[in-house]
């Protein structure tokens, strides 16, 4: 029941990664522009959208570091999380020092490691190999930032960026509107809105 149930976490959290991370990457220039100003969104974008890049990476380890510590792994879940700070301290000091602000968005991406957290779960809860179950509840969350990434970098005009929103929340809404656990939740909640 607990894997059941942290499986179900993993996946709903990788679909807001993708969905918030994405939208987030995609839309850097526009966000810094109006929030400070579109020189600084000129000079700072990427390493803004490497920073939501890596931060999304790390909110999916979320529920298996809960996980783990709920059951009682707090010795392994603390030696996991000081090897990933030590390198992401290390990579962001050295990288920092010749990239400047860019180079310390890549050294966050170091905490990467602590997604380590989601296969050491599967396995004390399985006791198998965990690598289909990782990557099958994961990959949305992974691979949706990482296209919106690779497509910010080619600094694509208004409508293409309008045309990704679009294409991203399709592929979201189709994913939960297929879900077992989340479709009777959402006809439950619509249901009600209708009645109030």
Known sequence: RL???FRHLSRYISLLVALIGGLLILWMPEILAIW???DYASHYARPFSLLVAAYGLLSLCRPAHQALTGMGKVRLTSL???LATVAMLTAVFILSHYLGLLGAALGNFM???LLLYNFLCYRSL???SPWAAVLSDLKWGVSLPVLML???LFEPT???KMLWTVILGIIVATI???DDWARPWLFQQTKRLIQT
Request: no cysteine; net charge neutral; charged share 0%.
């Open 80 to 82: 996991v999380y000081l």
């Open 126 to 128: 399985t006791g198998h």
């Open 36 to 38: 400070i100003s579109p």
């Open 176 to 178: 939960i509107m297929n």
């Open 3 to 5: 894997l059941a149930v």
């Open 158 to 160: 208004l409508w293409p």
């Open 111 to 113: 905490m990467v490691f």
């Open 150 to 152: 690779v497509i910010a």
